[in-house]
């Protein structure tokens, strides 16, 4: 269980963290680095380098040397450095970032609980990330657009190392977790209808219907979560089908074009669907094919 | 004082009389398998009673495809036996916006201390939108299911021996639908999304 656990770990942090896209966050030079080891080593004396007051520096710091900590399975410490990137933030001053930042820690700390089997925290922090998810980006649409427009959604500076930072992939795998946006309160960001094909019904539908849709879709979903035979990916899974049912309940809610509310949960079952019949079972293995595509 | 004495009695009188009525309608339809194991009696209030429209989501955990074509037979006949069957492709919601869930599961089955028995569960259920009375919350819990065992461990090569489970939750669903809806003309429509073979 532990070994499985630590697989889908690595797993899963390689989704967020990279070396490339830690360097942004406190700007340090890895190159020199041969190890994981060096990589912490060098965090360290950075963290004990750096001016108590630089709140900023310093959340960026201690949320890279938790996620470091985490790739060696140091749950402990990391969640000691994730605690002290929290106590960091609440003085932080660039508000775009910190969305960045929270969400590190909040996903560090979701692994963390779990592989040291503590349920309760685990879920906390996972309704925390959901919150957190739900609450970032609903006033735009990051769906299908690329890299230019999340330097326009989260700054010239900020933007720019985001997408510098993850690989396209991983760029769409973060985005997965925003991409359902209130197309009601903004008119001129609905969809035309031609780009909504693959889903069919009628043209109009009452948000409660909306909903039902949204909800029977992660009822489904959760089937297929279920046969993860690895509690990991399990609490992943049902983290994204989560994800997508409270925003996409919002959107119905927010009496958004129900086909635009729907399509972000409704092609995500059907490429759960699809891996499932083309023998790819939600396993360790085929996480990312769950997460990714 | 004998208006005092009919006070008294009219309830115990119509408490018989509701009574009587679902003896009786339990009496002419003997087959109506209700172990309160299972599904629970419903003397009033029966969930099935009124839904019309259901999603059916098949065992997903099935692996073997000719197992799966034998299960989605079975629902189209069994269901087909007391209302209308649309093969829905992934794109067509309309099922879904139902929100009644015919949830049809086969799994392992676990031990209290997390071992697993060397049996197999069979589940069919009915899920649906409520909202609590009590406390105003919207939910969508399971409002009815029933569960068969399988005396063998859930494996690739023992799915086949599901097949008799699954017909059993299947008929034991269509005769307490037409037991909860007796009153009704109304067909029901059962939107089943299929898998590949």
């Known amino acids: ?293 | 004082m004998k208006c005092l004495g009919l006070i008294f009695l009219m309830p115990i009188v119509l408490f018989s009389a509701v009574v009587d009525t679902n003896i009786q309608r339990l009496k002419r339809s003997p087959e109506i398998y209700l172990n309160p194991q299972d599904v629970p009696l419903f003397y009033t209030g029966n969930p099935l009673d009124g839904l019309d429209v259901f999603s059916v989501i098949p065992p997903y955990s099935i692996q073997s495809s000719e197992v799966n074509k034998s299960i989605e037979q079975m629902i189209v006949k069994e269901l087909g036996s007391i209302g209308s069957i649309i093969k829905a492709g992934s794109e067509n919601l309309a099922g879904f916006g139902s929100g009644n869930l015919m949830n049809i599961q086969i799994g392992k089955v676990s031990k209290w201390d997390g071992g697993e028995l060397p049996i197999t569960r069979v589940t069919l259920s009915i899920e649906t939108a409520v909202t609590i009375c009590k406390t105003s919350n919207s939910s969508n819990p399971r409002v009815w299911s029933i569960n068969d065992f399988v005396d063998s461990a859930f494996e690739v090569e023992s799915e086949k021996e599901t097949l008799g489970a699954v017909q059993k939750l299947l008929r034991e669903f269509t005769r307490n639908y037409k037991f909860a809806n007796q009153s009704r003309s109304q067909k029901p429509t059962f939107y089943i999304y299929t898998q590949k073979d």
């Open chain 1, 1 to 293: 269980m532990y070994k499985n656990c630590l697989q889908v770990l690595l797993l899963l942090v390689s989704i967020l963290v990279s070396t490339e896209n830690r360097c942004y966050a406190a700007e340090l030079k890895y190159d020199s680095c041969n190890s994981i080891e060096d990589v912490i080593a060098l965090e360290s004396r950075a963290i004990f380098d750096t001016n108590f007051s630089d709140h900023d520096e310093l959340a960026q710091l201690y949320v890279s040397r938790g996620e470091s900590f985490l790739l060696t399975s140091l749950y402990e410490n990391a969640l000691e450095d994730f605690h002290e990137a929290k106590y960091h933030l609440g003085y932080y001053s660039q508000e775009n970032d910190a969305a960045i930042v929270s969400f590190r820690i909040l996903f560090g700390e979701v692994v963390c609980f779990d592989n040291l089997h503590l349920v309760e925290e685990t879920e906390v922090a996972l309704k925390e990330l959901q919150q957190l998810s739900a609450s970032v980006g609903c006033d735009d649409c990051l769906d299908q657009q690329p890299c230019p427009d999340t330097v326009a959604r989260f700054g010239p500076n900020i933007g720019a190392e985001f997408c510098k930072g993850f690989s396209s992939k991983r760029l769409q795998n973060i985005q997965e977790l925003n991409k359902l946006c209130n197309y009601g309160a903004r008119s001129d960001s609905r969809p035309q209808e031609g780009s909504y094909d693959d889903i069919l019904g009628p043209e109009v539908a009452s948000p409660k219907w909306c909903e039902e849709i949204i909800v029977g879709l992660g009822r489904s979903m959760d089937a297929i979560a279920c046969l993860a035979p690895n509690h990991v990916v399990k609490v992943a899974l049902i983290g994204v089908i989560e994800t997508l049912v409270a925003r996409g309940v919002k959107c119905c809610q927010a009496g958004g074009f129900w086909k635009a509310c729907v399509a972000p949960i409704a092609r995500k079952w059907k490429e759960w669907k699809d891996n499932k019949e083309n023998h790819f079972p939600p396993t360790e293995e085929n996480l990312l094919k769950y997460l990714n595509e």
